[in-house]
């Protein structure tokens, strides 16, 4: 080995003259070119000793061979080799911090590194950056000092594992990444005595922080994950899986959620004690929410939790479904599913429906009683032309439950509310708005009329015939018995559902044939015709 290398100097120094000594290494690399036998000189290097790095490279590089020698010159050199001719043992550029990065940088040296280093120290230089991996292709060293520098990140383990004659290593006082010493063999080939303050090891003072950050951490984490719970439980439900959600009970901060804070944009109505808004739930209900403000006993919203309890139970197609309900001290609320059609009062007052169609809502409202006073009896309800919802398909829905008003349970209440329904539904007319008495004026002016001078009460825009005309005459006298609280011959909600069903389907049959027989007959003109009331 020692006459190889021997050799690659002889020619070295061969070419170099006095002068040229004095050069700096760059120079010499940049000026001085391979000789005319240096492929001779390296072909029988290589004969002698397959081993050498060079012998191993293909293509062979002999510019950069070359030039490696150059380095190899002048860092022997630097190094203070006793006899840079013979032997080449160790690197030694301690506390060189100009020209180390320079050899670091010559990774062509390192390459073709020459078998004899056996040491290589570049401590003490500031050196910053990754660790210098090319060093460790002189795979055959014994001794590698890297400390008291600036290096940092991950070191090559892998390439550690190449160096099999290690055994003297100090990578001390650097700035590399902490390693798990289980997940490596390295801390096991050497003590920790050649990792102090490396960044490789975990330091006691490190290990007390993170141990106080996990002592205390981790119940301040479990404590702030617990109050988060606590508070979706208590303020926000809607945010939890549905198994988790209070069934039908909403907190206030949902209710504002759901109508942008009660802003006035969502403000449907309002009036004393109560303000209806329209909202959104998070799922994307579209809701109606009534909120009463006033303050009531602990016993009355006991009353009224119970009372909503049943409110949700009802399922009708002729009722409005009650969602939920909140519930406190200063504000109580029912929740409902919103409905996008019209009320009956806008309905009469905007598209002038037949009197077929006014049959078919009646029939549903009366439906929607009975299913209330069969099955609910304890629930009472507003019934009046702008509580009566109607949907797309023009199906009715009693919408306002009046929630703790025991009052209006009275069955005679109810058919006196659906009477005078049914004449607003007949006459089309506003008994708040157009009479001085109200609902008793309205009821006086149909008496007045009744039944003689029906003409100049009964809507004529539905344009009835005889037939029709008839049957008109017949509800209004049904809407007057079911106003006649003072006779004591009130009609029971079961004879009314079967008058108005059989008006109903006497109106179908009429149409059915009135509309056959206008088409048998042409243009003959037989069929009915209609009366204009006046």
């Not at 708040?432 to 001078?453: L, Q």
């Amino acid at each position: 080995m020692a006459s190889m290398s021997s050799a690659i100097f002889s020619i070295t120094i061969s070419l170099l003259v006095s002068s040229r000594l004095s050069a700096t290494l760059v120079e010499d690399l940049n000026n001085l070119r391979p000789p005319p036998d240096f492929n001779t000189t390296i072909f029988n290097n290589c004969l002698n000793n397959p081993s050498l790095k060079y012998c191993n490279s293909s293509p062979m590089d002999l510019n950069e061979i070359f030039k490696s020698t150059i380095v190899a010159s002048h860092l022997c050199n630097e190094s203070k080799n006793p006899n840079c001719v013979e032997t080449f043992p160790k690197i030694d550029l301690r506390s060189r911090p100009k020209i180390t990065p320079l050899y670091l940088s010559f990774n062509f040296f390192w390459k073709y590194c020459p078998l004899t280093i056996m040491s290589i120290d570049l401590s003490n230089n500031s050196l910053k950056g990754s660790f210098p991996s090319d060093v460790l292709l002189c795979n055959q060293i014994q001794n590698l000092d890297l400390s008291f520098n600036h290096f940092s990140g991950d070191i090559p383990l892998l390439n550690f594992s190449h160096l099999s004659n290690l055994t003297n290593l100090n990578l001390s006082y650097n700035h590399f990444s902490e390693l798990k010493i289980s997940n490596s063999n390295l801390f096991q080939r050497f003590n920790s005595s050649s990792f102090i303050h490396s960044g490789l090891l975990p330091s006691n003072q490190n290990y007390t922080i993170k141990t106080i950050i996990l002592l205390v951490g981790f119940p301040l984490f479990v404590v702030l994950i617990v109050g988060c719970l606590g508070w979706l439980c208590f303020a926000r439900p809607d945010f939890l899986p549905r198994v988790l959600n209070r069934n039908h009970k909403f907190t206030m901060w949902m209710l504002k959620a759901a109508t942008d804070g009660f802003s006035k944009k969502n403000l449907v109505m309002k009036s004393v004690g109560v303000s209806i808004y329209n909202g959104v739930l998070r799922d994307g209900t579209k809701v109606k929410i009534e909120i009463y403000r006033d303050n009531v006993s602990r016993e009355n919203l006991h009353k009224f939790v119970e009372e909503c309890k049943i409110l949700v139970q009802m399922r009708h197609k002729n009722l409005v479904r009650v969602l939920g309900w909140c519930s406190n001290r200063r504000m109580r609320s029912l929740v409902t599913e919103w409905t996008d059609g019209e009320n009956i009062e806008l309905w009469l007052a905007g598209s002038a429906p037949s009197w077929k169609h006014r049959l078919k809502i009646l029939i549903g409202v009366v439906e929607g009683m009975f299913y209330m006073q069969e099955q609910w009896p304890q629930v009472g309800y507003d019934l009046s032309t702008s509580s009566v919802l109607l949907s797309d398909n023009h199906e009715p829905s009693i919408s306002r439950f009046k929630i703790g008003d025991r009052r209006s349970n009275y069955t005679a209440n109810y058919i006196y509310k659906f009477g005078l329904l049914l004449l607003e539904m007949i006459a089309t007319r506003r008994p708040s708005e157009e009479f001085e008495r109200g609902e008793a004026g309205f009821i006086e002016y149909i008496r007045m009329h009744y039944p003689g001078n029906l003409r100049m009460v009964i809507d004529e825009r539905m344009k009835l015939t005889e037939h029709t005309f008839d049957q008109a005459k017949l509800g209004m006298g049904l809407g007057l018995m079911c106003t006649d609280q003072k006779a004591g011959k009130i009609p029971s909600l079961d004879e009314i559902y079967h008058m108005i069903v059989k008006v109903y389907r006497s109106c179908l049959v009429f149409t059915s044939e009135n509309y056959k027989g206008s088409h048998s007959h042409g243009n003959a003109g037989h069929g009915h015709k209609g009366i204009q009331l006046r």
